[in-house]
């Protein structure tokens, strides 16, 4: 099958190996010429170092070009850029295209998933007929999987029959996919868990230990899973793959950009030095404002995303932080 890739970071870059090792027709489109260049002449991407790829790939910086080169199109910009990409590509979507998101995160403002700002932009800049959206979620860094190190992922979109196709051409020896239709829960569960994953990076930049990541991710995903009940998403997509999974990955990973910066802010960092230690985007960041605004719109209670929320974006010190969360009145695990 043909594929477009929009974005030649590392996710991206990883997904088009996988696709192209699987036999696909894969092209890569970045709104930088600089990174194109750099992918063409070394056939490697600089933050996957000695992983070659495929030599079958094409990469362009035009847009219109991955277009046509493509059945299956998928956004693999940072969240921040989705928007942007998703105006671009308008004028040249049609009926045939399968849009794949893979970006994580939420937009502040409008509180939309990664797929609903797709097919928002899209819909304001003249596309009219049915569109279909999938997004792929899981445990999956970058570097791993470009190294074909085994892992699962969820395809999820309302229609199974299109979370099944777009889940096969993913299908290989490394990479087991499993189906969802609850496409919102997904989506909360990719943005979400990277905020909880800062939190635990701060607790292990201030010293703690293994039981303090393990309260921080077991806490963590009963926030999750609070907010997307209350948002209509099902319980069982925050027990799976996209849920936990991810979030055990994400808070763990060495890989991690969010649970790197968080553990620079633990060591005494702002923001913004961890940030630019990391050099790369993190999407908790970004998160923490639309978390804010879903605990409001839907008044359900995430004191551990609102403790990282205080420490990044209000200045709270991080011992204070801590304390206030440790010193919470007793409550029930149960609901």
Known sequence: MKTAILGGGTWGIALAKLLAENGNDVIV??????EIEYLRENNMHKNLPGIALPKEIEYTTDISRAYEGGDYIIFAVASAF???????SA????????IIDVAKGMECGTLFTMTEIIEDELRKN??????????LSGPTHAEEVAQNVPTSIVSACKDEECAYEVGRLFVNSCMRVYTNTDIKGVEICGALKNVVALAAGIARGMGY???TIAM???????????MGLAMGCKRRTFSGLAGIGDLIVTCTSRHSRNNTCGQYIGEGMTYEEASKKVGMVVEGYYALDAAMALCEKYDVEMPLIKAVYDIVKVGVKT????????DRPMKSELD
Not at 319 to 326: N, V
Request: a positive charge.
């Open 209 to 211: 230990g293994d039981n």
């Open 216 to 226: 921080l991710i077991t806490r963590g995903i009963a926030e999750m899973t609070r």
């Open 319 to 326: 011992d204070d932080a801590i304390r206030a969360l440790m």
């Open 91 to 98: 004028p040249y979507v049609s009926e045939k295209h399968i």
């Open 82 to 88: 989705i928007r942007a990409t998703a105006r671009s």
């Open 29 to 34: 489109w970045s709104a930088l010429p600089s």
């Open 126 to 135: 003249g596309v009219t007929f049915p569109l279909r959206l999938v997004t």
